[in-house]
């Protein structure tokens, strides 16, 4: 028996077998869940159709988490599909190319402050404010992705950097505010992966490298890692854990300096 045997999980921001949330969709299938997944709009349908069509999902719906309608509608055919909700998966970020370059302030500007804060951050609060009524009664599990960018500088992260910190507030407040009705909230901060979201950050194939040769396991984590870590997540097995930030790095994210770096200075 799975660990996620019967237990209804939403899948958002899947649209590759690269993505993070494909490899979380992998091990929650694996495990047993049943699976519903969101496409941001109806030029991506067909494609996370293609993707999604492995895991034998029970629907997909259309979700531009910028739209407080469609958030509402996804989670009134989410009701009326299965009549109640175990698992969330918030896997959705976004912020202006130029805000993901060079220098921080030249890059930055009030309105894509804006939208990178709705998109990445406020949109997990708005996905759980739906998925709430869904999950009274079912120790329901809410779970995002952040990076370690969100309380370290990392070159050309910038404006996602300081999204991904609100993000991470937002784990800690929601999970005080939904943990008296038994629903957990948490966060995995992933690695660098090679994903298509990765590609919009200047210089990624540099940080990749370096993760690689410094972290402690002297390699990179995969999506299947992640989603491993994100089934734990989604089970009982976790019952006990909220408001939590997991590195799933490798090891990267507990050094100061890569002991192959310090041997080049001695």
Not at 112 to 140: C, E, T, W
Not at 243 to 265: F, L, P, R
Request: glycine share 8%; charged share 20%; aromatic share 8%.
């Amino acid at each position: 028996m799975g660990l996620l045997k019967d237990k209804k999980i939403l899948i958002t921001g899947m649209i590759s077998n690269r993505s993070i949330a494909y490899g979380v969709a992998q091990a929650c299938r694996r495990e047993g869940a049943q699976l519903a997944f969101t496409y941001l709009n109806e030029d991506l349908r067909a494609r996370v159709t293609r993707v999604a069509a492995e895991f034998q999902p029970s629907f997909l719906s259309p979700c531009d988490v910028s739209s407080d309608e469609q958030i509402a509608a996804l989670f009134d055919k989410v009701g009326k599909e299965w009549g109640a909700l175990d698992g969330l998966l918030h896997s959705v970020a976004f912020a202006p190319r130029e805000a993901l370059a060079g220098d921080f302030l030249n890059g930055i500007s009030r309105d894509a402050f804006r939208v990178a804060h709705d998109i990445s951050s406020y949109s997990f609060a708005a996905m759980a404010k739906g998925a709430r009524p869904l999950m009274q009664g079912r120790n329901g599990s809410l779970l995002t992705l952040s990076y370690l960018g969100a309380t370290k500088s990392i070159p050309n992260y910038n404006l996602m950097g300081v999204a991904k910190a609100s993000l991470e507030a937002n784990v800690r407040y929601m999970a005080s505010c939904l943990g008296p009705e038994g629903l957990r909230v948490n966060a995995i901060a992933a690695g660098p992966i090679k994903s298509l979201a990765a590609s919009g950050i200047g210089q990624f194939n540099k940080i990749f490298k370096h993760v690689e040769h410094v972290a402690p396991l002297r390699r990179n984590v995969t999506i299947e890692e992640v989603g491993n870590v994100a089934a734990f997540y989604f089970s009982d097995l976790s019952s006990a854990v909220t408001g939590e930030i997991t590195n799933v790095d490798c090891g990267y994210s507990s050094i100061a300096v890569g002991i192959d770096e310090q041997k080049d200075e001695e």
